[in-house]
């Protein structure tokens, strides 16, 4: 079953921030974020374990909340660069990610 | 390194033909993943590989299957095309569960 993303569309100025969330009904092992550009295959951007950590690459962090199932996308003084879709991507031990429907975020100047 | 690549980049059948896309990794993972991805419907998994040798069903398997006789490929077949078919085709590769590598895509049109 498909892990549930909000919101599904994000609209921002620059320097702006947002925040993309991802819920799952499963026990999960792990969250994994990927950005997608138009035309391009996706990027992976950060995986998080069980244990609540919170990691974070240049202005962008993630939590995750095993015992809610649950993960957050932070993006911080959104840049131009951050325009895409992004996706979260579950997996509760069975060797596979499954992947949400997507959050497109525009970036504008 | 070339990473993941998929050939071919474009396809276009008519229903009822068959096809195989091939991806091909030269980082030396063990798993590999096809996805199909859909408007408005994310990546879908298709099919995986934990290993040479080994094959799985993902989410959506039916009218595709796959072979990963080589560690560094891993082959998606449709033996009868449909239209409900026609979708981009991503392939990709990890070291274990951890970060994939994706392909740049195969773009299939079912007529």
């Known amino acids: 079953q498909q892990p549930v993303q909000s919101p599904q569309a994000v609209i921002l100025r620059e320097g702006e921030d947002a925040v993309i969330n991802c819920s799952s009904s499963?026990?999960?092992?792990?969250v994994h974020w990927y950005r997608q550009k138009h035309g391009e295959a996706p990027v992976f951007l950060m995986i998080l374990l069980k244990g609540g950590e919170q990691k974070g690459h240049d202005k962008i962090s993630a939590s995750f909340n095993e015992k809610k199932q649950q993960s957050s996308l932070y993006l911080t003084a959104s840049q131009l660069s951050y325009s895409g879709t992004y996706f979260c991507?579950?997996?509760?031990?069975?060797?596979?990610?499954?992947f949400g429907t997507g959050t497109r975020l525009q970036v504008f100047p | 390194n070339a990473g993941v690549t998929q050939t071919p980049k474009f396809r276009v059948l008519k229903t009822g033909q068959s096809m195989t896309l091939l991806c091909a990794q030269d980082m030396n993972h063990e798993y590999m993943y096809w996805y199909r991805q859909d408007p408005g419907m994310g990546l879908r998994l298709i099919h995986y590989?934990?290993?040479?040798?080994?094959?799985a069903k993902g989410e959506v398997p039916d009218g595709y299957n796959v072979s990963r006789l080589k560690k560094q490929n891993f082959l998606l077949g449709l033996e009868s095309a449909a239209p409900s078919q026609t979708s981009v085709y991503f392939c990709?590769?990890?070291?274990?569960?951890?970060?994939?590598?994706f392909g740049p895509g195969t773009r299939l049109t079912v007529l």
């Open positions: 991507g579950t997996e509760a031990g069975t060797d596979k990610l499954i």
């Open positions: 590989s934990v290993g040479e040798g080994t094959t």
């Open positions: 499963k026990a999960l092992y792990s």
């Open positions: 990709a590769s990890s070291y274990s569960i951890y970060e994939q590598f």
